[in-house]
């Protein structure tokens, strides 16, 4: 842009060459044209002094070429300059300022060559006030640009801001639900817990030997309880509501496909590998995984006539693949929905240490792959 501006500020320079004036001092002139333009090369870093020296040099360039094509040029860039820098009173009060000393020249130092004027035109001392007029005209309306463009960006910083802000609000809202979640898989745990301490405080009396094995249940449900309670010790906030209601798990996947499948979505299933371990928490994350992106085929997937659900258990890697993928028209962008439904996805992979990508397919449609860790039972973000 800076070579645009000088480029643009030397092209209305040599104007005065093509006149072919013999009065006109070239050297002079060249010299100014040339100060000026190098001077504007810094009017983003310094704005206000570029304007304050490109003001003298007009005034300069003026007296030694009252006919020169770029008078009142190098200001104009100048103004727009502050104006993108500066609040709109400070530049438009500058664009009148900066416009003062060349026409105070003009009104009161200049003569307006004969020349340029016609038999039946205005007069010298007409001629010379609409100058005046012009030259401040032309600072304003390059300093109303300025001012344009710096409110559009103002604008626009606004709205990124407003996005990051609703991303997190988002998030915060998925992780409060989350935790809601979570609160009930946990308070079942200790619940079984007490129901089998109870039960083999019972049993001890009769059969020792089935109460170790009562004993070993309510050790398995202890640590299962635990891993679910560190996994969310970095998403979890305080949160004094509760939803008391039965959650679903991956044992309910085949009526979740069901219900797509009476909705019109031609929806297959398909799962290898060893059954997904018996973890509330992780069979809850897959079936939310599996649901959402359903759900959001069904709102913006186009001419859809095929969506593969799969849930891979390699037991080699520890990890569960859940892969879901249409062969539509649509794709799920930053315009369509709140953006909450993926969020809330990729949160609940990351309680799992897990990820999840979403975005278009190479042949089309849309894919949703979460890679998730259940046998990861350390703490997220080190905690």
């Given at each position: 842009m800076d070579v645009v501006v000088v480029?643009?500020?030397?092209?209305?320079?040599?104007g005065i060459?093509?006149?072919?004036?013999?009065?006109?001092?070239?050297?002079?002139?060249?010299?100014?044209?040339?100060?000026?333009?190098?001077?504007?090369?810094?009017?983003?870093?310094?704005?206000?002094a570029v304007l304050a020296i490109v003001s003298v040099f007009e005034v300069l360039n003026i007296v030694v070429v009252p006919t020169a094509s770029n008078i009142g040029v190098g200001i104009w860039f100048a103004l727009y300059a502050v104006a993108v820098r500066y609040k709109s009173v400070i530049s438009f009060a500058l664009?009148?300022?900066?416009?003062?000393?060349?026409?105070?020249?003009?009104?009161?130092?200049?003569?307006?060559?004969?020349?340029?004027?016609t038999d039946n035109g205005p007069s010298a001392a007409t001629s010379t006030i609409i100058s005046?007029?012009?030259?401040?005209?032309?600072?304003?309306?390059?300093?109303?640009?300025?001012?344009?463009?710096?409110?559009?960006?103002?604008?626009?910083?606004?709205?990124?801001?407003?996005?990051?802000?609703?991303?997190?609000?988002?998030?915060?809202?998925e992780r409060n639900r989350i935790a809601r979640e979570?609160?009930?898989?946990?308070?079942?745990?200790?619940?079984?817990?007490?129901?089998?301490?109870?039960?083999?405080?019972?049993?001890?009396?009769?059969?020792p030997a089935k109460a170790g094995d009562v004993l070993g249940q309510l050790s398995q449900t202890g640590r299962t309880a635990l891993a679910d309670m560190r996994r969310v010790l970095g998403v979890l906030r305080a949160d004094g509501g509760s939803n008391r209601s039965p959650q679903p798990d991956h044992t309910d996947m085949g009526a979740l496909i069901d219900g797509f499948r009476q909705a019109g979505?031609?929806?297959?299933?398909?799962?290898?590998?060893?059954?997904?371990?018996?973890?509330?928490?992780?069979a809850l994350t897959v079936y939310r995984i599996v649901q959402e992106s359903l759900t959001n085929v069904l709102r913006y997937g186009t001419a859809v006539s095929r969506v593969e659900v799969m849930?891979?258990?390699?037991?080699?890697?520890?990890?569960?693949?859940?892969?879901?993928?249409?062969?539509?028209h649509g794709t799920l962008d930053?315009?369509?929905?709140?953006?909450?439904?993926?969020?809330?996805?990729?949160?609940?992979?990351?309680?799992?240490?897990?990820?999840?990508?979403?975005?278009?397919?190479?042949?089309?449609?849309?894919?949703?792959?979460?890679?998730?860790?259940?046998?990861?039972?350390?703490?997220?973000?080190?905690?």
């Open positions: 480029f643009a500020y030397l092209l209305a320079g040599s060459f093509l006149s072919g004036d013999p009065d006109v001092n070239m050297s002079e002139h060249v010299v100014i044209v040339l100060a000026s333009a190098t001077v504007l090369m810094f009017r983003r870093d310094k704005p206000l664009g009148i300022i900066s416009g003062v000393p060349l026409i105070f020249f003009i009104l009161f130092l200049y003569q307006y060559p004969a020349d340029l004027l005046a007029i012009v030259i401040l005209l032309s600072n304003i309306v390059a300093t109303g640009i300025g001012a344009a463009v710096r409110s559009s960006r103002k604008h626009e910083a606004e709205l990124r801001q407003w996005a990051v802000r609703t991303a997190e609000l988002a998030s915060v809202a979570m609160h009930d898989v946990v308070a079942h745990s200790l619940t079984v817990m007490v129901a089998l301490s109870d039960g083999a405080a019972v049993v001890v009396k009769r059969d979505l031609p929806t297959s299933f398909t799962q290898s590998g060893p059954p997904v371990p018996a973890d509330p928490a992780l849930v891979a258990n390699n037991i080699l890697t520890g990890t569960i693949t859940v892969r879901i993928r249409d062969d539509g930053a315009s369509m929905g709140s953006g909450r439904g993926i969020v809330g996805m990729r949160e609940r992979a990351r309680i799992y240490v897990g990820t999840l990508d979403a975005g278009p397919g190479p042949h089309g449609g849309w894919i949703v792959t979460a890679v998730l860790h259940p046998a990861e039972n350390s703490p997220v973000n080190g905690q």
